[in-house]
Every structure is written in structure tokens, then in C-alpha cells.
């Protein structure tokens, strides 16, 4: 790859950040972005580094870097988010940080070692870069069905007659009290709004919550403080009163977060209301329904809706005559529940929806089809960049994956767990079962 500097160098970085998980398309404001958070020594290891996780032998092999400096480099990184480190059996592993869920959240979560200053600089960073639009055409302006987030459906929002049918991962109480570790650290969208004056809820800012896995990495890195259940669950009760929207991790089994987000600072919504997404998150299983006979026609629902997704529509009954009746856009509603919290008669209330929602099984699923929905799952796949046997084999493979209807087939129900098997077998050969797994 030979020897970068200057722009050239974070050019190839914001190519190297742009091929993992999710999208990040180059232009001015990620050049700014890069620029003000990795020192070219940083940037040089992230370019020459492997695209996944690799254990600090790896990484040094791969880059050519001696094992004293690639560690060095590694210690200013991960304390930043900006490299991602998990510990198995005694060894570390590492990886590139995402834009997200990685380098945004870490860099606007940060408390140790950065000022007042420092954030109202980097939010106004990240929002230059996310008011383009740009991020958001690159990773759902195809359709993707495989987002980070997934909406939660709040305690009671489900009619009580479909509420036996509710699974786990949809019960934010039930991945509260299944969790074995739990911890809460500053919502990095409000805090970037909060610095961009542009916060108009009354929401707090120590709301993020994370468990298990993603707790041991932010507790460890100071991003987030752990906590006891009891004080979990009053960080849910809170979010209920508050009417913020609840956003976990886009998996089944083993979420490792869940977000508390209102429709004024956070980037994933206003993915839906602003830039016009409605796939940015991932809904629940569920669809929000009014009751038309106990409708008393006050207008709450429509108004509390973070999305925009319960018009109202003209009706001649003297009960809708001054906001009209609600009508849920389906397509746009997240299933969160929230329209339900304030509607007294109880007329609105969270339904099954007709057309099943694709929710991965594990972490290990949701990044690998979100790689592929994505144009970058060959990355993942050979993942060393300075080789350039692997190189021909990530443009063979990746424009063979590109085609519509290859795409289609391995996303389909059809093929996809045949897939998800296959390509878990080959990672099974190169990491840890734990990594895997987890």
C-alpha cells in the first residue's frame, strides 16, 4: 500500500471506514471528521488493518508494523472508539470502528479526557456530515431491511388479547431482567444536539442503556457506568412518561443495547422524518390501529407520533370535526407503541402486522446481512487489505454479490439460514467460537 500522508491518507481511511458494516460515503465533512479524530499514525494502522476482528499478531503480520507500535497505536484508539477491543480466553481482538454504531456514538459518549469544547466542536462535525443526506442514501435508499435498530413496543401497548403472543425480544422489561450485566452512558444524539441547540424534548441525557457484551466494552472504557436492574427498569419507567421511542439492537437473541430516542435529536428518526427513510429503523412486529368507536377524536395520538405516521383524516362525525380521525400510515409506523401512552379511552393500541419483519437471530446474523444488503460482505470475507490475492477475490466475489438477483436469493427465506451457516462456519475457522457467538 506503501507509505500515505496527507489527505491521500484519509482518503483511503474514509474508504476503509466506508467498506465495514455500514456506509459511509466519502465528501468534505468525513474528510473534516477523520481529520480532527485520528492522528495520521492512527490512520495508517486503521487503512492497513484487517476489516474485522483480529488478534494483535494478525494485525501486526498484516500491516508490516513491528507488535510494539501496532500496540501503542492501538492503546490511543480504543480508549476513543475509534478501534473496537474484546477480550476472549485471555486474548484481545480487535476491529475498525463503524460510523455506526461506533465512531458517532463512542466519540459523542466520551466524558474522560474531552472538554465542553471538544464536544460542541465534533457535534458540529458529525452534523455537517449527516444534514447532507449522503449517509442516509448510502445505507437505505435501496431498501435495506437490516438496520441497527429495531423498534420496541412499550409495556401495554399491545392489545391485551395479542400480548400472550409476544415474544422476548420484543419486551424491553424481559432483555432488562434477562440481562447478566447492565449500564447506562449519555445518549450520544441528544448530546450532539444538545451542543448544536437543537434539543426541544425535556428527555435527559444519561438514557443509552447497553447490556451484556456491549456493556463490558463500554463500562470498561468509561463510556457508560454500570448499574443494578432496579435502576434499569426506573430508566424505562422513565422513558414510558417521557413518550421517548425504544430502539434496540436489531436482533433476537442477545441484544447488546437499547436506545431511548425522541423524534427532535435522534439521527436514526430523523432518518425516517427528515431525510424521508422510513427503513432507517427497523419496525416491531407490531402496527398501531385506532378503535374508531372509542375514539373521542382529541388529536394526542397524532401529535405524540415521533414519525409523523398518524394523520389526520376528514370524517363527518361531530367527534372528528375539529382534528379529524387518525389514520396510521402502516408503512411509516415504527410499532413502538407510543400513541398509545396518552390515549385515554385506550382506542389506540399496537396489532400484529400482516407481513412478517425480518429481525436477525444473533449480532453475528444481523452484521453479516447487513454487509450484504450493503455491497461490503466481501470485506468481511477476506479481509486482509494489503493482499493482493484477496484483493482480486473481494472484487470478484463482491460484483458477483452486487447482482439483484444474488442479493434477493441469499436474503430470501429460502436460502438465507443455508447462508448465515456457511459463512458462520468459515468465521468459526478464523476466530474464537465466543466472537462468533456472541
Known amino acids: 500500500m506503501g507509505h500515505l500522508v496527507g489527505k491521500d491518507l484519509y482518503r483511503h481511511l474514509g474508504a476503509k471506514v466506508d467498506g465495514l458494516t455500514v456506509r459511509a460515503p466519502w465528501n468534505a465533512a468525513l474528510f473534516a471528521i477523520l481529520k480532527e479524530l485520528y492522528s ?15 488478534p494483535l499478531e494478525r494485525i501486526a503480520r498484516v500491516t508490516g508494523l513491528a507488535p510494539d507500535d501496532v500496540r501503542r497505536r492501538l492503546d490511543t484508539l480504543c480508549p476513543r472508539g475509534l478501534v473496537m477491543d474484546v477480550e476472549v480466553r485471555g486474548r484481545a481482538w480487535y476491529a475498525p470502528s463503524p460510523m455506526a454504531i461506533g465512531i458517532f456514538e463512542y466519540t459523542m459518549m466520551r466524558t474522560a479526557g474531552a472538554t465542553e469544547g471538544d464536544h460542541a466542536r465534533w457535534a458540529r462535525l458529525f452534523h455537517d456530515y449527516l444534514e447532507d443526506g449522503a449517509f442516509y442514501r448510502a445505507n437505505f435508499a435501496g431498501g435495506q431491511r437490516v438496520s441497527l435498530m429495531r423498534a420496541v413496543p412499550h409495556e401495554g401497548a399491545v392489545r391485551p388479547e395479542e400480548y400472550v403472543e409476544v415474544l422476548d425480544h420484543e419486551k424491553a422489561v424481559a432483555m432488562v431482567e434477562s440481562a447478566r450485566r447492565l449500564a447506562i452512558g ?91 427513510y422510513p427503513n432507517a429503523v427497523v419496525t416491531s412486529s407490531y402496527v398501531a390501529a385506532s378503535d374508531r368507536e372509542r375514539c373521542l377524536g382529541c388529536g394526542k395520538c397524532s401529535k405524540r407520533c415521533p414519525v409523523g405516521a398518524i394523520p389526520r383524516v376528514p370524517d363527518p362525525d361531530p367527534r372528528f370535526r375539529k382534528h379529524g380521525r387518525p389514520q396510521v400510515d402502516e408503512a411509516r409506523c415504527l410499532g413502538c407503541g407510543v400513541c398509545t401512552l396518552t390515549c385515554n379511552p385506550g382506542a389506540m393500541k399496537l396489532h400484529h402486522r400482516t407481513q412478517r419483519v425480518l429481525h436477525p437471530e444473533d449480532l453475528f446474523e444481523r452484521l453479516i446481512l447487513q454487509c450484504l444488503e450493503r455491497g461490503t460482505l466481501q470485506n468481511q470475507l477476506f479481509d486482509d487489505p494489503g493482499s493482493k ?17 444474488v442479493k434477493q436469493a441469499l436474503m430470501g427465506d429460502a436460502l438465507r439460514s443455508r447462508f448465515l451457516a456457511a459463512v458462520k462456519a468459515a468465521a468459526g475457522k478464523r476466530a474464537p467460537k465466543e466472537l462468533v457467538d456472541a
Open 40 to 54: 495520521e499514525a492512527e490512520a495508517e494502522l486503521v487503512v492497513k488493518m484487517p476489516y474485522g476482528l483480529a
Open 389 to 405: 490475492s484477496q484483493a482480486f477475490l473481494r472484487a470478484l466475489v463482491g460484483g458477483f454479490l452486487r447482482l439483484p438477483p
Open 186 to 276: 449519555i445518549c450520544s444524539c441528544r448530546h450532539e444536539k444538545s451542543h448544536l441547540g437543537e434539543q426541544r424534548c425535556a428527555a435527559p441525557l444519561d438514557t443509552c442503556s447497553s447490556f451484556d457484551h456491549g456493556a463490558d466494552y463500554l463500562i470498561a472504557h468509561g463510556f457508560a457506568r454500570e448499574v443494578s436492574r432496579a435502576e434499569m427498569l426506573d430508566n424505562l419507567a422513565r422513558s414510558r412518561a417521557l413518550g421517548l421511542v425504544l430502539n434496540a439492537d436489531n436482533v433476537r437473541r442477545g441484544a447488546t443495547f437499547m436506545c431511548h430516542c425522541c423524534g427532535c435529536c435522534c439521527n436514526m428518526l430523523l432518518g425516517v422524518t427528515r431525510h424521508g
